[in-house]
């Protein structure tokens, strides 16, 4: 079956480091999204990709999809600590369910 | 996007008793997802609720250990039936907006323990 598998597991950066979290399927996908989990919150969506090749901005993050669409990648310039939690990726094949990969915690010294 | 409340937002239960979580939607969706989350681990989805049918359950979820209930287009239960530690998790419930395909919305989580 579908898989998504996201690295690194683990970030700790200091504040203004930048930080990229990477997201590989097992197939080819029709979409990605990615979310963010603030410590003891909920996921809360950030922004869903289509396009192979497609790029997006959200300030300081950069959202990419691969040219086969089956990676992606989430980077962030300048961390700061209101960008601490856990970032995941989730994939979505043609006509199947959203399948999340296992989360990349970033944790930001100040 | 909607706005998803859950209840009750934590529970400690007894090994071998039943916990009914309920998520209630401020509009109208088709699709309504029961998710369990285990601490610091990704979201493992348990069922599709679709009104006015059966769930859907993925691989490793059945029915007789996890019934779901969708009465209407804004509400749906997830009983998690005769309970043992291995329970202990966090179970949340999403729908997915009718603005974008897919991107769904998550509920703030329910957080059972199992002693």
């Known amino acids: 079956g579908q898989q998504v598998m996201q690295i690194p597991q683990y970030q700790h950066v200091q504040e203004g480091e930048d930080f990229t979290t990477y997201c590989n399927s097992s197939?080819?996908?029709?979409?990605i999204q990615w979310y963010k989990q603030r410590p003891g919150g909920h996921p809360v969506f950030l922004i869903q990709?289509?396009?192979?090749?497609e790029v997006k901005k959200q300030k300081r993050l950069t959202f990419q999809f691969g040219e086969a669409k089956k990676n992606s990648s989430l980077h962030i310039t300048a961390t700061q600590t209101t960008d601490v939690g856990t970032y995941f990726c989730a994939g979505t094949e043609y006509g199947n369910k959203l399948v999340f990969g296992a989360g990349t915690i970033l944790r930001v010294k100040s | 996007s909607a706005v998803i409340s859950q209840k009750p937002s934590r529970d400690i239960c007894q090994r071998g008793t039943s916990l009914t979580i309920q998520c209630q939607v401020d509009?109208?969706?088709?699709?309504m997802f029961w998710y369990r989350q285990q601490p610091g681990q990704s979201l493992t989805l348990i069922a599709t609720?679709?009104?006015?049918?059966?769930?859907?359950?993925e691989s490793g979820f059945v029915i007789d250990k996890f019934p779901i209930s969708r009465p209407n287009l804004t509400f749906s239960t997830l009983t998690v039936s005769n309970m043992s530690p291995e329970d202990s998790s966090i179970y949340l419930c999403?729908?997915?907006?009718?603005?974008?395909?897919?991107?769904?919305?998550f509920g703030p989580g329910t957080r059972l323990t199992v002693t």
């Open positions: 999403s729908v997915e907006d009718l603005g974008g395909p897919y991107e769904q919305y």
């Open positions: 990709l289509v396009k192979s090749g």
């Open positions: 509009s109208q969706v088709t699709m």
């Open positions: 609720a679709n009104q006015g049918s059966e769930a859907t359950y």
């Open positions: 197939t080819t996908l029709s979409n």
